[in-house]
């Protein structure tokens, strides 16, 4: 059995916003991927680490007064938004793949 899924803050902190927003990114293609795919539980574990992440990530921007930190919780609210949406419009899901792809690439480009 696998041990439980934690942030580790510390190590969370150091890392650039593109790096946690790239992060992000993969917990939230593999939740979409996975209602696509109609895998329940894959897609509720995705969901919740995407979560954690965005919840560590904006604790990190509000720590240091980034006015980032807004736009955090609006990519957060958009993306609960469109994984409970009971509709499943794909072009909400591939827009906000879009968006978050564009800070892994930064991320990688950085490197």
Same mark, same amino acid.
């Given at each position: 059995m696998n041990a439980p899924y934690a942030v580790d803050q510390e190590r969370w902190s150091k890392m650039t /916003?593109?790096? %946690?927003? $790239?992060? /992000?990114?993969?917990?939230? $293609? #593999?939740?979409?991927?996975? #209602?696509?795919?109609?895998?329940?539980?894959?897609?509720? %574990?995705? /969901? $919740?680490?995407?979560?954690?992440?965005?919840?560590?990530?904006i604790s990190v921007l509000i720590a240091s007064k980034s006015p980032r930190s807004k736009e955090v919780l609006r990519a957060k609210e958009a993306y609960l938004t469109a994984i409970y949406d009971q509709t499943g419009q794909a072009e909400d899901d591939l827009g906000l793949e879009r968006y978050f792809m564009q800070y892994a690439l930064a991320a990688r480009l950085n490197k």
């Amino acid at each position: 059995m696998n041990a439980p899924y934690a942030v580790d803050q510390e190590r969370w902190s150091k890392m650039t /916003i593109f790096d %946690q927003m $790239g992060n /992000i990114y993969s917990e939230v $293609g #593999r939740s979409f991927n996975a #209602r696509r795919h109609h895998n329940d539980a894959d897609c509720r %574990q995705a /969901i $919740g680490r995407a979560t954690d992440l965005f919840d560590a990530t904006i604790s990190v921007l509000i720590a240091s007064k980034s006015p980032r930190s807004k736009e955090v919780l609006r990519a957060k609210e958009a993306y609960l938004t469109a994984i409970y949406d009971q509709t499943g419009q794909a072009e909400d899901d591939l827009g906000l793949e879009r968006y978050f792809m564009q800070y892994a690439l930064a991320a990688r480009l950085n490197k």
